[in-house]
């Protein structure tokens, strides 16, 4: 008899050991994004953060979108039906406008001035505000990189070499305020649509251009139906890891930092990947016939930051936070 209860509450006790066990196994991220599978921010999390997170979570990758509608994924993870995202500050900015400060053109000067900014206390209130009211942590910065005008006229159609010359150019840009704002900015006409429609309407002239670092135009390979890139360098452009509080809560603290080291871990993979990638495929887009050349960036950059001065965008930005920013910057 004795006997027999120590048999069944050992048995019972390896039935918990065994259930915590697999519950823990069960965490599992949905991450949505409309990028592909080889964008390198894709690649970093799937390789960096889905191994190190492995012993308690399976990260569960959707690409182009086939999950979530680009810009519907904070929602998502708001409402719990999904855990992570790439999500970009002109996405946040339809939540909280002082985003749009990091949305802005010419603002960020490069991939390091990204993580100084995002490591700074400046940006303590943003995170804490997504946190409290969206309940979505932001892990990491990831580098997208170096935004510029990529047309489908070749440059001896449309030169362009001043805000000027995109007057009345059909431009598709995402489709949010900050974007579109962004877009008009530049002096173009700037059109809503979504990522993974852009490839068809280059294809069909239903926009004339579109705006992304090298490395998005050979990966969706827009260059196959583009004539050429001014590289204008408007935005150099970020993405969040964005990942579910209600997870990050259920998580021991072991777990949680976990977490955070395999978020930062993947955006510095996936930021040296996109970087080697940005200097390397100027060559790769010529040799595939398009024309290259840097326009009167002093024209861009002075153009673009009048259009935001004295803006709605401009009025929600907390004070002294550009300021901030641009002390972080060379
Ligand atoms: C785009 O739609 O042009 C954009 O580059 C915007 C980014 O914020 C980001 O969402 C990106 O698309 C996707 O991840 C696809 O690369």
Redesign the pocket.
């Known amino acids: 008899m004795k006997l027999s209860i120590k048999t069944s509450v050992a048995a019972l006790i390896s039935a918990a050991v065994l259930a915590g066990a697999a519950s823990a196994q069960d965490i599992k991220l949905r991450m949505s994004?409309?990028?592909s599978e080889t964008?390198q921010?894709s690649v970093a999390l799937a390789e960096v953060f889905a191994s190190a997170v492995a012993d308690f979570a399976t990260y569960e990758p959707h690409y182009n979108a086939s999950l979530i509608a680009?810009n519907s994924e904070l929602e998502a993870i708001a409402s719990g039906d999904l855990e992570m995202s790439?999500a970009?500050a002109?996405e946040l900015a339809q939540f909280f406008p002082e985003f749009s400060i990091f949305a802005t053109g010419y603002v960020h000067q490069s991939a390091e001035h990204q993580v100084a900014v995002f490591n700074d206390a400046l940006m303590d209130p943003f995170k804490q505000k997504v946190e409290d009211e969206l309940g979505i942590k932001l892990l990491a910065v990831m580098y997208?990189g170096k935004r510029h005008v990529n047309l489908r006229q070749c440059k001896d159609e449309v030169d362009v070499q001043t805000p000027a010359d995109l007057a009345g150019i059909n431009l598709r840009m995402?489709g949010t305020d900050a974007w579109q704002f962004l877009g008009k900015a530049l002096g173009a006409n700037p059109t809503p649509m979504a990522?993974t429609e852009?490839y068809t309407a280059l294809q069909t002239g239903s926009v004339d251009g579109?705006?992304?670092p090298l490395p998005?135009v050979v990966d969706?390979k827009f260059f196959e139906v583009t004539c050429q890139i001014a590289l204008t360098s408007h935005l150099v452009?970020l993405?969040y890891v964005a990942f579910s509080k209600a997870v990050w809560d259920e998580l021991t603290p072991e777990q949680q930092a976990t977490v955070k080291k395999a978020a930062e871990d993947a955006a510095e993979s996936g930021r040296q990947a996109q970087l080697k990638k940005e200097a390397d495929l100027g060559a790769f887009l010529e040799d595939n016939g398009l024309t290259l050349y840097e326009p009167d960036l002093a024209a861009f950059r002075s153009h673009v930051q009048a259009q935001y001065k004295g803006s709605e965008f401009a009025a929600s930005w907390p004070e002294g936070v550009l300021d901030k920013i641009n002390a972080l910057g060379e």
Do not use: G, H, M, Y
């Open positions: 994004t409309p990028a964008d921010r680009q790439i970009s002109q997208l995402p990522f852009v579109q705006d992304n998005t969706a452009d993405n």
